[in-house]
T-cell receptor, first 112, second 110 residues
Framework: ETGVTQTPRHLVMGMTNKKSLKCEQHLGHNAMYWYKQSAKKPLELMFVYSLEERVENNSVPSRFSPECPNSSHLFLHLHTLQPEDSALYLC???????????FGSGTRLTVV | GQQLNQSPQSMFIQEGEDVSMNCTSSSIFNTWLWYKQDPGEGPVLLIALYKAGELTSNGRLTAQFGITRKDSFLNISASIPSDVGIYFCAGNNAGNMLTFGGGTRLMVKP
């Protein structure tokens, strides 16, 4: 148990589906992050929430929509994805301005 | 923007061998970190370095924060099969987000 829980662990979805990824942390952190990890590519930062406000949106297509209802929960809503969006999506949390990111185990997403 | 160049990109190890990997940056960082990612899991923090020149160990792992603050290395001594995975370096300046290297994939020689 890493302290950051992501669900589901695996997700297969069609290009017209709508689904959501969930991330939950009970470490008392106040910043949360979504990363995308594709095969043989570096970790790509997608979104950052600090104190429940979005502070970073790294030119991510609008078919990805984040939501942070409170400091413990982070969602990534998915809609009309493309096959190239298939990847491991990692959530992380930290204290604001801190460097000790704690990662979840990720959601392995396959778009068919 | 800041970039971290991590090398080698991949390497094969034989059990018992020592392993070395490094990370270089075009800009300075105040903190260097090393993470390991096991297959199907998220990265886990191994070692954090806070001062230029600092040398820190965690079991068989040793990492150093380069004196110029633009590089760091990680050594693994007497490797074992469970050392396989992807190792990421990351740099940070206070208040900013982590910048990650591209990773070094460690595999076992058949």
């Amino acid at each position: 148990e890493t302290g950051v829980t992501q669900t589901p662990r695996h997700l297969v979805m069609g290009m017209t589906n709508k689904k959501s990824l969930k991330c939950e942390q009970h470490l008392g952190h106040n910043a949360m992050y979504w990363y995308k990890q594709s095969a043989k590519k570096p970790l790509e930062l997608m979104f950052v929430y600090s104190l429940e406000e979005r502070v970073e949106n790294n030119s991510v297509p609008s078919r990805f929509s984040p939501e942070c209802p409170n400091s413990s929960h982070l969602f990534l809503h998915l809609h009309t994805l493309q096959p190239e969006d298939s990847a491991l999506y990692l959530c992380a949390s930290s204290h604001r301005g801190g460097y000790g990111y704690t990662f979840g185990s990720g959601t392995r997403l396959t778009v068919v | 923007g800041q970039q971290l160049n991590q090398s080698p990109q991949s390497m094969f190890i034989q059990e018992g061998e020592d392993v070395s990997m490094n990370c270089t940056s075009s800009s300075i960082f105040n903190t260097w970190l090393w993470y390991k990612q096991d297959p199907g899991e998220g990265p886990v923090l191994l070692i954090a370095l806070y001062k230029a020149g600092e040398l820190t160990s965690n079991g068989r792992l040793t990492a150093q924060f380069g004196i110029t603050r633009k590089d760091s290395f990680l050594n693994i001594s007497a490797s074992i099969p469970s050392d396989v995975g992807i190792y990421f370096c990351a740099g940070n300046n206070a208040g900013n987000m982590l910048t990650f290297g591209g990773g070094t994939r460690l595999m076992v020689k058949p």
